[in-house]
């Protein structure tokens, strides 16, 4: 995959956001690997979580949002635990889920829930995707 990165693409205003709201420093992430080597949603997701890191870095946030990677990240913490320095990918994915429903992206509609659905859903499976979903 070649990832072209000029003025146009870069976008350094996300990349100032997510590090605020992840809290996270991208120049710690030294792309080894081991955090999408150890994701159990890997095989779900289109683009790898070190191949997000490094997009993020580079401030291409129309690849991150458009990605389904944050919104697959079930916020385990197993790459996190394997980074060896420490970065904690899963704040990373919250940021970019935040950053993305400001922008009411993948905004999910209540009513738009049938109600044959939210008969056949547990509780706490609605509760976990309003929360993950909405802003």
């Known amino acids: ?11 350094e205003e996300f990349v100032k956001k997510v590090e605020e709201i992840s809290g996270e420093n991208f120049h710690k992430c ?4 081991m955090c999408s080597g150890g994701c159990p949603m890997i095989e779900y ?3 790898p979580p070190r191949r997000i890191m490094i997009l993020t ?3 291409l946030k129309d ?3 458009s ?8 916020t385990c913490n197993a790459c996190s635990v394997r980074c060896p320095r420490g970065v904690e990918l899963t704040k ?4 970019i889920r935040q950053l993305t429903l400001r922008k009411n992206i993948n905004y999910v509609e209540p009513s738009a829930i049938s109600e044959e659905t939210i008969a056949d859903l547990p509780q706490i499976a609605l509760v976990s995707c309003f929360r993950k979903h909405t802003s």
Not at 3 to 9: A, F, G, Y
Not at 30 to 33: I, L, V
């Open 57 to 59: 870095h580079f401030g």
């Open 67 to 74: 990605s389904k990677t944050a919104w697959i990240c079930a």
């Open 45 to 47: 997701m289109d683009i």
């Open 30 to 33: 030294m792309q080894c690997g």
């Open 1 to 11: 995959m070649t990832i072209e990165i000029s003025d146009k693409t870069y976008d």
């Open 92 to 95: 990373v994915m919250e940021a």
């Open 63 to 65: 690849k991150v949002i």
